[in-house]
């Protein structure tokens, strides 16, 4: 008889649960209140000018089966809609979207290019070169010549260039056959992202400086590189032998030493 005594009323229960539950929904409805709808924005996902290069391409990795290549065909198709560039897609998503819906984004990385890994060094060397070691850097001439090779001998190069001075590189090299990609920002801040990309290509092409031959090494595949870039006395030949960095498949195209031999005494 005591127990009952002391225990709270049912009226009493039901009165504490409901303003529990009261008090529960009140306080989620200010929380989720906080939170943006999807509505609230637009949802055109666009990458800014600081983010975005300029010139290129958009391409995705395939990943998963049916249902997730669904989801990176559609999300890569809106962002190059959105941004204005052209997209291709991998041969694997190629193969299992095909058979099912009428895609229109083409695979042509997939089996057609040839990645061709661009270093131009310039930075501090446009002075120390010639005044230094009384040499040359790469022109826009070398660099013709050195795509040219490629576009001879592959059937669709993507030269992919990267540089410490990329306005000098959109300035200097012809990129009207669409098939000439600027990595990057050209800012001497990122030379790992660099490094890592170059590597990745099939072929490589170099001026000077150590990092482009690394660069190569790793790379594999042919090699373009500037040969003769300083003049015979130049004391430039006593920290650096070309036939100990040059592997010997590699092929050299000679620098324009002309300018050189003007500021030469």
């Given at each position: 008889?005591?127990?009952?005594?002391?225990?709270?009323s049912f009226s009493t229960i039901y009165f504490l649960f409901v303003l529990f539950m009261a008090s529960t929904i009140f306080h989620c409805h200010q929380r989720l209140a906080l939170v943006p709808t999807p509505w609230a924005s637009s949802g055109r996902v666009v990458l800014g000018p600081r983010d975005?290069?300029?010139g290129g391409m958009f391409t995705i990795n395939s990943k998963g089966r049916l249902g997730n290549q669904m989801g990176?065909?559609?999300?890569?198709y809106a962002?190059?809609?959105?941004n204005g560039r052209p997209a291709f897609i991998p041969a694997q998503m190629h193969?299992?979207?095909a058979p099912i819906f009428r895609i229109t984004l083409p695979a042509k990385w997939a089996w057609q290019a040839?990645?061709?890994?661009?270093?131009?060094?310039r930075g501090d060397y446009v002075h120390v070169m010639p005044r230094v070691w009384k040499g040359v850097l790469a022109d826009r001439g070398y660099l013709r010549q050195a795509l040219d090779w490629f576009r001879a001998r592959y059937?669709?190069?993507?030269?992919?260039?990267?540089?410490d001075d990329m306005a000098w590189c959109r300035q200097n090299i012809n990129s009207s056959l669409r098939d000439v990609v600027f990595a990057g920002s050209g800012r001497q801040g990122s030379p790992a992202k660099d490094f890592a990309l170059l590597t990745q290509c099939n072929h490589t092409i170099i001026t000077v400086g150590t990092f482009g031959i690394w660069a190569a090494y790793l790379a594999g595949g042919d090699t373009v590189y500037l040969a003769n870039f300083t003049l015979p006395d130049s004391?430039?030949?006593?920290?650096?032998?070309?036939?100990?960095?040059?592997?010997?498949?590699?092929?050299?195209?000679?620098?324009?030493?002309?300018q050189a031999r003007e500021n030469s005494p």
């Open positions: 008889m005591r127990f009952w005594t002391t225990c709270p975005l290069p300029q990176e065909y559609a999300t890569l962002l190059a809609k959105v193969s299992m979207l040839t990645f061709v890994g661009v270093h131009v060094r059937r669709s190069p993507v030269f992919v260039v990267t540089s004391p430039f030949h006593m920290i650096f032998k070309p036939q100990a960095a040059f592997l010997p498949e590699w092929v050299g195209i000679a620098a324009n030493l002309g």
